[in-house]
C-alpha cells in the first residue's frame, strides 16, 4: 500500500489500529505494553500504529509512549461507550466501510491491503466504529444552551466574521537567539510609536520596513475570516485586536508581526449553521475530559519497557 493511500485510509478511520486485536500468531509474539481494566494493549499494536508514522520499533521511547497512552485513551473510551450502551449508527459505519473500501480498492487488491495492515474487516468495522459511537454520545449529551452559549462566547470566530488586516514583518531564523528577537521586537515597537504623528500612516511604515511580500502594498495581507488559509496565529492575533487599532508585536516561526486591522465586517451565520464546529470542539473537549476522569477511577498499568 503507497504512503499516500495508507495516510488517507488511516486518517478516515481514526488512526486507530491498535484497539483491534491482531491475529493469534502475533498475538502469542508480543509482551503486554499496558492493561486497562482488564484489557491487555500490546507491544504489537502500540508498534503497528507507531508504524503509520514511519517509525518502527519500540526503540523510540517517547514515540512508543506516546503511541501506548494514546491507546490507553482510546480503550478506556472504548469501554465506556459500551458500558452505556451507545453504538455507532448502522448506517454511517455502513457508508463509512463502502468509502474504505474503494480506497482499498486503489491498491488493486483490497484484501492484500487489509493484510498490509493487519486487519480484518470486521476489526476495521470496530475501527470506524468508535469515532462514530462517540460523536452520537456528544450529541445526547449536548444541550442547545451550551451551544448557544459557547457561539455567544465566540460569535466573531463563528459567524462568519471577516477582517481586513495589514502587517509589518521583520524575517528571522528559526534559531534566533532571545536576545536577536527581542531586538526585532523592539524594533516593532518602536514603529507602532510612529504611526499617527506627523502625518504618517500604518502602510507608511510598511512600506518602508516591511520585509513581507505586502510591503509594496502597505503591509496589505487581505481579508479572512477565523477559519480558512491564514496561519492560526495570525488569525488568532487579528480577532483579539480592536477595528482600526496595532497588535502587540508577537513572534512566530516566520519572525516578527505587528499587525493592524483596517477593517471588520460582520458575520451573517447562526449557531444552527456553527453548528458541526461548535461539536468538534466538545468533541474533542469531552474526549478530553472523560479520559482523565476514567483515568483516575480505572485501573491502569504500564509494562517496563526493555
Same mark, same amino acid.
Given at each position: 500500500?503507497?504512503?499516500?493511500?495508507? +495516510?488517507?485510509?488511516?486518517?478516515?478511520?481514526?488512526?486507530s489500529?491498535?484497539?483491534?486485536?491482531? +491475529?493469534?500468531?502475533?498475538?502469542?509474539?508480543?509482551r503486554?505494553?499496558?492493561?486497562?481494566? $482488564?484489557?491487555?494493549?500490546?507491544?504489537?499494536?502500540?508498534?503497528?500504529?507507531?508504524?503509520?508514522? $514511519?517509525?518502527?520499533?519500540?526503540?523510540?521511547?517517547?514515540?512508543?509512549?506516546?503511541?501506548?497512552?494514546?491507546?490507553?485513551?482510546?480503550?478506556?473510551?472504548?469501554?465506556?461507550?459500551?458500558?452505556?450502551?451507545? +453504538?455507532?449508527?448502522?448506517?454511517?459505519?455502513?457508508?463509512?466501510?463502502?468509502?474504505?473500501?474503494?480506497?482499498?480498492?486503489?491498491?488493486g487488491?483490497?484484501?492484500?491491503?487489509?493484510?498490509?495492515?493487519?486487519?480484518?474487516?470486521?476489526?476495521?468495522?470496530?475501527?470506524?466504529?468508535?469515532?462514530?459511537?462517540?460523536?452520537?454520545?456528544?450529541?445526547?449529551?449536548? +444541550?442547545?444552551?451550551?451551544?448557544?452559549?459557547?457561539?455567544?462566547?465566540?460569535?466573531?470566530?463563528?459567524?462568519?466574521?471577516?477582517?481586513?488586516?495589514?502587517?509589518?514583518?521583520?524575517?528571522?531564523?528559526?534559531?534566533?537567539?532571545?536576545?536577536?528577537?527581542?531586538?526585532?521586537?523592539?524594533?516593532?515597537?518602536?514603529?507602532?510609536?510612529?504611526?499617527?504623528?506627523?502625518?504618517?500612516?500604518?502602510?507608511?511604515?510598511? @512600506?518602508?520596513m516591511?520585509?513581507?511580500?505586502?510591503?509594496?502594498?502597505? $503591509?496589505?495581507?487581505?481579508?479572512?475570516?477565523?477559519?480558512?488559509?491564514?496561519?492560526?496565529?495570525?488569525?488568532?492575533?487579528?480577532?483579539?485586536?480592536?477595528? $482600526?487599532?496595532?497588535?502587540?508585536?508577537?513572534?512566530?516561526?516566520?519572525?516578527?508581526?505587528?499587525?493592524?486591522?483596517?477593517?471588520?465586517?460582520?458575520?451573517?451565520?447562526?449557531?444552527?449553521?456553527? @453548528?458541526?464546529?461548535?461539536?468538534?470542539?466538545?468533541d474533542?473537549?469531552?474526549?478530553?475530559?472523560?479520559?482523565?476522569?476514567?483515568?483516575?477511577?480505572?485501573n491502569?498499568?504500564?509494562?517496563?519497557?526493555?
Amino acid at each position: 500500500m503507497n504512503e499516500l493511500t495508507t +495516510t488517507v485510509l488511516l486518517a478516515f478511520i481514526g488512526l486507530s489500529i491498535g484497539i483491534a486485536q491482531p +491475529t493469534t500468531a502475533f498475538a502469542q509474539q508480543s509482551r503486554p505494553a499496558a492493561e486497562v481494566n $482488564g484489557k491487555v494493549i500490546t507491544e504489537y499494536q502500540v508498534n503497528e500504529a507507531m508504524k503509520t508514522l $514511519g517509525v518502527y520499533g519500540n526503540d523510540n521511547r517517547e514515540t512508543f509512549e506516546r503511541m501506548r497512552e494514546r491507546l490507553v485513551e482510546r480503550t478506556l473510551i472504548d469501554q465506556f461507550l459500551k458500558s452505556r450502551g451507545i +453504538t455507532a449508527p448502522k448506517l454511517l459505519v455502513e457508508r463509512r466501510m463502502n468509502h474504505v473500501e474503494k480506497i482499498l480498492a486503489q491498491e488493486g487488491d483490497p484484501d492484500q491491503a487489509l493484510e498490509n495492515l493487519h486487519l480484518t474487516r470486521e476489526q476495521l468495522r470496530k475501527e470506524i466504529s468508535l469515532p462514530l459511537a462517540w460523536q452520537r454520545y456528544v450529541r445526547q449529551v449536548l +444541550t442547545d444552551g451550551q451551544i448557544s452559549e459557547y457561539f455567544q462566547q465566540h460569535q466573531q470566530e463563528l459567524d462568519g466574521t471577516k477582517r481586513t488586516v495589514s502587517q509589518i514583518f521583520l524575517k528571522l531564523p528559526r534559531d534566533a537567539s532571545e536576545s536577536e528577537v527581542e531586538v526585532a521586537l523592539r524594533k516593532l515597537r518602536n514603529s507602532s510609536q510612529t504611526v499617527g504623528k506627523n502625518g504618517v500612516s500604518f502602510a507608511d511604515v510598511a @512600506r518602508r520596513m516591511s520585509e513581507a511580500p505586502t510591503a509594496k502594498q502597505g $503591509g496589505l495581507i487581505g481579508t479572512f475570516a477565523f477559519t480558512g488559509q491564514m496561519p492560526k496565529q495570525i488569525v488568532e492575533v487579528a480577532f483579539q485586536t480592536p477595528e $482600526g487599532e496595532m497588535s502587540e508585536p508577537f513572534r512566530s516561526v516566520y519572525g516578527v508581526h505587528l499587525l493592524k486591522v483596517d477593517k471588520v465586517i460582520p458575520g451573517q451565520l447562526t449557531p444552527e449553521d456553527a @453548528r458541526p464546529q461548535i461539536l468538534e470542539h466538545f468533541d474533542k473537549q469531552l474526549w478530553q475530559e472523560t479520559v482523565k476522569r476514567l483515568k483516575a477511577e480505572g485501573n491502569i498499568s504500564y509494562s517496563e519497557l526493555p
